[in-house]
C-alpha cells in the first residue's frame, strides 16, 4: 500500500472546488503563493518544510509582513495543504528558466521567471485526457473542472 502524505489525505477530504484546503481566503491564497513564489527566488528550490517556513516563519529576507490571521492557529495538515496548494499555484503561474550566458572564457547561468500563458491548445489536450480509458471517475470530474476554468480563462 503506497504512502500518502497526511497534507494531501486533507487536501482530499476537504471538498473545494479548486483545491485549496476549506476556510482560506482570496487573500490568504494570494499571500501564501507570492510567498512561496518570493521563497523560490532566492532559494531556488525548496522542499515542502522550507515552503511552509516561507509562508509563516518569514524565511525570505526583509519580508516581515505579518502573516494574514485566517493563516494563523490551524492544524498542521492545515498548514501543510496551504503550503503544498501554494507551490502548485506558484508554479502554475510561472516557471523557472534556465539561461546559459556566454561572457568569454566563463558560462554563467542564470535564472528568471516567465509568465505561462495558456492557450486554447492547453484545454483541448485536457478534454482529451478526460476521454481516455481507464481513469477513476474522482481524476476524470478533477481534469474536467481544471479544463472547465482553464477554459474560462481562455475565452
Given at each position: 500500500m503506497p504512502y500518502v502524505p497526511k497534507h494531501l489525505e486533507?487536501?482530499?477530504?476537504?471538498?473545494?472546488?479548486?483545491?485549496?484546503p476549506a476556510g482560506i481566503t482570496e487573500v490568504g491564497k494570494e499571500f501564501a503563493t507570492q510567498?512561496?513564489?518570493?521563497?523560490?527566488?532566492?532559494y531556488g528550490q525548496l522542499?515542502?518544510?522550507m515552503a511552509k517556513g516561507c509562508i509563516f516563519d518569514?524565511?525570505?529576507?526583509?519580508?516581515?509582513?505579518?502573516?494574514p490571521e485566517e493563516l494563523k492557529g490551524v492544524s498542521w495538515d492545515w498548514l501543510y495543504g496551504v503550503t503544498h496548494r501554494a507551490l502548485l499555484a506558484a508554479s502554475g503561474r510561472?516557471?523557472?528558466?534556465?539561461?546559459?550566458?556566454?561572457?568569454?572564457?566563463?558560462?554563467k547561468t542564470t535564472k528568471e521567471w516567465h509568465?505561462?500563458?495558456?492557450?486554447?491548445?492547453?484545454?483541448e489536450a485536457l478534454?482529451?485526457?478526460?476521454?481516455?480509458?481507464?481513469?477513476?471517475?474522482?481524476?476524470?470530474?478533477?481534469?474536467?473542472?481544471?479544463?472547465e476554468v482553464l477554459g474560462k480563462l481562455v475565452k
Open positions: 486533507f487536501l482530499s477530504r476537504s471538498g473545494t472546488a479548486d483545491g485549496w510567498r512561496i513564489i518570493a521563497g523560490l527566488e532566492k522542499t515542502l518544510d518569514n524565511y525570505i529576507d526583509g519580508s516581515r509582513e505579518p502573516v510561472q516557471v523557472w528558466v534556465a539561461e546559459q550566458v556566454s561572457s568569454g572564457k566563463k558560462t509568465p505561462v500563458a495558456v492557450s486554447r491548445a492547453d484545454v478534454e482529451a485526457v478526460r476521454l481516455m480509458t481507464g481513469l477513476r471517475p474522482t481524476a476524470r470530474e478533477r481534469v474536467q473542472e481544471l479544463a
